[in-house]
């Protein structure tokens, strides 16, 4: 596996979403609705606190809606062009077109994500919340929008339509958050054996993600997102392979 290789491809598919309005309507739209939900949907003010528990759990709900969006071109697009096939005859293997697209998503999530800066400043300005926690949960938050992003990516490159890669990457993610949502584990624990019920929590974002916006840096949950995104990538790389000639 080449690095430079996938450096070149990560940083032409960077490049590629600021061609384009789409990257700064994606930003606007995400920062307003990060703000938007902090402050009056996760009742930033009433509580009385100074931390940003409120931005952070919300995260999920958001990356939903929003992942997908950016996820969907990722290789839909290239396969709907035919540009997949000039894509294949570069000096690339398949996996390092794989990553190169994966690490240009996430690095274009990741501005994203700290162009919420103000946030921080102004929780610093109001009272004295622990850093630790808000600088911990700004990293479980970028390993979840990696795992969002890796489903999409995978999902995309089976098929040709944008529309179609969309929902079905939100329907995918939807089932990883759901899994470990309080009514959801509920009803299964009303029926379903104990270890079961943990081992369906086990593969839900919310459970690993929640641990790690409090503050609590678990080797576990940092290898749950690496393995998920790894295991999704991978699949990306089987279905690219097995389908880019059509």
């Not at 490049?15 to 938007?36: E, N």
């Not at 800066?117 to 990293?139: A, E, K, Q, R, S």
Request: charge should be neutral.
């Amino acid at each position: 596996m080449n690095v430079l290789n996938i450096w070149f491809i990560m940083k032409r598919e960077f490049g590629g979403y600021f061609a384009t309005p789409v990257a700064y309507v994606f930003i606007i739209i995400f920062l307003l609705l990060a703000g938007f939900s902090t402050f009056y949907v996760g009742n930033f003010f009433a509580r009385g606190e100074a931390d940003l528990y409120p931005f952070f759990s919300l995260h999920p709900w958001l990356y939903i809606l929003l992942i997908p969006a950016i996820s969907m071109r990722l290789w839909a697009e290239e396969r709907k062009s035919g540009s997949i096939e000039l894509l294949m005859t570069l000096p690339v293997s398949v996996f390092e077109a794989v990553l190169g697209k994966f690490f240009a998503a996430w690095a274009f999530t990741g501005l994203a994500l700290i162009l919420n800066f103000p946030l921080w400043i102004t929780v610093n300005y109001l009272g004295n919340p622990d850093n630790g926690v808000i600088f911990t949960g700004f990293i479980g938050s970028f390993l979840m929008a990696g795992g969002f992003l890796a489903i999409g990516s995978c999902v995309s490159a089976s098929t040709k339509n944008q529309v179609i890669a969309f929902v079905l990457s939100l329907i995918v993610s939807l089932i990883f958050v759901l899994a470990g949502y309080g009514i959801v584990l509920d009803f299964f624990s009303s029926w379903a054996p104990q270890p079961l019920v943990d081992a369906i929590s086990s593969f839900s974002f919310l459970t690993h993600f929640d641990a790690i916006s409090k503050g609590v840096i678990d080797l576990r949950d940092i290898l749950y997102f690496a393995a998920l995104i790894t295991i999704w990538l991978f699949a990306n790389a089987l279905i690219v392979n097995a389908r880019k000639a059509d």
